[in-house]
C-alpha cells in the first residue's frame, strides 16, 4: 500500500486518456524515481502551462496568446476555415502541413446521450465567424463517425443560409493503402466519393 500522496498522483494520472490504473502506477513509479530528471520538469511544466496556456477566443486552439499564433498569422486565408472537433485533429492538420487557411475547433460533437448540443460546442460563434466573411469557405473535418458525419450534416444546415461554400474533407482510399486491407466503410465512402481523372 502505497502513501496517500502517491496514491493520489496515481489516481490522477488514471484519469488521463490512455492511462489506466496500472500504466498510471507505472508512470507514477517512473516520476518518483527521478525526481530531479522527470518529476521536478513536469511539475514545472505543468505550472507554466496551467498559468499561459488559454484557449483562443477566435478557434478554440489552444496557446499562449489570444488570438492564437494561426489566427493572428497575415499569411493564413481568412476565407478558408477548417471545423474540427478537437485541438488534437487542428494540431494533425497542421503536421501535415497541407492547409494554410484558419481553423474552428468544436469541442466534440453533437451527443444527445451526453448532453453535448450546438451551445456546448459553439456553433454560433462559428456561425457569427462566417456571417464575417461573404466569400469564406467551411471545410467541415469532423470523423467518419455516426456523430460526425451528424454533427457535419447538421452543421451544413446551419450554414447554407449564409451562403458560404461548404465542403469537407475527402473520405476513402489512404495513400499506400491496399484495397485487400481496407474496411467496407473505406471502399464505400472510396467509391462513393469517385471524381472524374485526367
Known amino acids: 500500500m502505497a502513501a496517500a500522496p502517491i496514491e493520489e498522483l496515481v489516481r490522477l494520472l488514471a484519469k488521463l486518456p490512455g492511462l489506466g490504473p496500472r500504466s498510471a502506477r507505472r508512470a507514477a513509479l517512473a516520476l518518483l524515481r527521478r525526481p530531479d530528471t522527470l518529476l ?21 486552439n489552444l496557446d499562449t496568446t489570444d488570438p492564437c499564433a494561426i489566427c493572428a498569422d497575415p499569411d493564413r486565408d481568412p476565407d478558408l476555415v477548417l471545423v474540427v472537433e478537437q485541438v488534437e485533429d487542428l494540431w494533425a492538420m497542421e503536421r501535415a502541413g497541407a492547409f494554410r487557411g484558419r481553423y474552428h475547433v468544436l469541442g466534440g460533437t453533437l451527443s444527445a446521450l451526453d448532453a453535448v448540443g450546438p451551445e456546448e460546442l459553439g456553433v454560433e460563434r462559428l456561425l457569427r465567424r462566417v456571417a464575417e466573411r461573404p466569400r469564406i469557405e467551411v471545410v467541415l473535418a469532423l470523423s467518419a463517425t455516426v ?15 449564409t451562403g458560404a461554400r461548404i465542403t469537407r ?25 469517385r471524381r472524374p481523372v485526367g
Do not use: I
Open 40 to 60: 521536478a520538469p513536469l511539475l514545472a511544466a505543468l505550472e507554466v502551462c496551467a498559468r499561459n496556456v488559454r484557449r483562443c477566443s477566435v478557434c478554440g
Open 147 to 161: 456523430a460526425g458525419q451528424t454533427t457535419a450534416h447538421y452543421l451544413a444546415e446551419r450554414l447554407k443560409p
Open 169 to 193: 474533407l475527402g473520405y476513402g482510399l489512404p495513400v499506400g493503402g491496399e484495397l485487400n486491407y481496407l474496411d467496407e466503410g473505406t471502399l464505400a465512402a472510396a467509391l462513393a466519393g
